[in-house]
């Protein structure tokens, strides 16, 4: 589905709201013992249940482009179920190029779709610059140990995505496409932390289990807060549940929440 913002002058078109896993769970579907709606429902076509990794795909206005387009597409996040989104989506909303990628953190439904970037840097791409990619030190290291022929082009053995990366610093807002994503730094589990994004009057956070008061103070004058909820009941040490995010954001206050990061227990 996609909103829009009319503070920053773009379109959110989201390309995944589901956790590690997705919806329809393979367990589930094949379970000879237990029935689960969600599951079942999942896999007809066109059914809303369908829940792959998290991503969020923005498109912003930008009538001062030196090239012949004037929208620009900013995806957060490639996971593991980013080309499936990709295909599902793009065509949908006549979606041709990406312009950048942000990453939150480095788990697998995150950023393992990253090689799949290829058929955009090589095939789409009107720019002979690499696709721009930010992310902070700890990802990169791990992007590092999972596609050395990215990081580095003297490891590729044949065509590979051209990309570039920029590192997200602590407490430094930084420009996109006239955009500025200001980093939010949360935790996400005990010994882990991940990154949101606050552009304009929207804040992003899929993966969460605790926000700092550091960042809480980013955070104040979020009109649409987009937040993790992984389960509809009860606690997890590593993600906010609906209950924890119906409370948090009543400290925040915002004007609409959407919940992202879904298990197939809705």
Not at 114 to 132: A, E, F, G, K, Y
Not at 194 to 202: C, E, N, S, T, V
Not at 209 to 237: C, F, H, R, W, Y
Request: glycine content about 4%; some cysteine.
């Amino acid at each position: 589905s996609n909103i829009d913002s009319e503070e920053v002058d773009c379109e959110l078109i989201f390309l995944g709201t589901g956790t590690s896993e997705g919806v329809p769970r393979i367990s589930c579907i094949t379970s000879p013992d237990k029935y689960c709606k969600t599951c079942h429902d999942a896999v007809e076509i066109g059914s809303k249940n369908r829940r792959r990794n998290c991503s969020v795909l923005i498109r912003k206005k930008n009538p001062n482009a030196i090239d012949s387009r004037s929208i620009r597409n900013i995806v957060i996040d490639v996971g593991k179920f980013f080309y499936e989104s990709a295909l599902t989506w793009f065509p949908e909303y006549n979606i041709r190029h990406i312009d950048a990628v942000l990453l939150t953190h480095s788990h697998a439904d995150h950023i393992l779709g990253m090689d799949d970037l290829r058929d955009w840097t090589l095939n789409i791409s009107d720019s002979v610059q690499p696709l721009p990619l930010y992310l902070d030190k700890s990802t990169m290291d791990r992007v590092e140990q999972v596609f050395p022929y990215i990081t580095d082009s003297k490891l590729a053995q044949s065509a590979v995505p051209k990309c570039s990366f920029h590192e997200i610093l602590e407490n430094q807002s930084f420009l996109v496409e006239t955009i500025e994503f200001i980093p939010l730094r949360v935790k996400h589990g005990k010994n882990m932390t991940a990154l949101g994004f606050r552009f304009g009057d929207i804040t992003y956070i899929p993966d969460v289990s605790e926000v700092p008061d550091q960042t809480l103070q980013l955070m104040k004058g979020t009109k649409l807060l987009i937040i993790d909820a992984l389960n509809p009941t009860g606690t997890n040490g590593t993600h906010f549940t609906a209950p924890v995010s119906i409370e948090f954001a009543k400290i925040l206050e915002p004007d609409d929440v959407l919940f992202v990061d879904m298990t197939h227990r809705w």
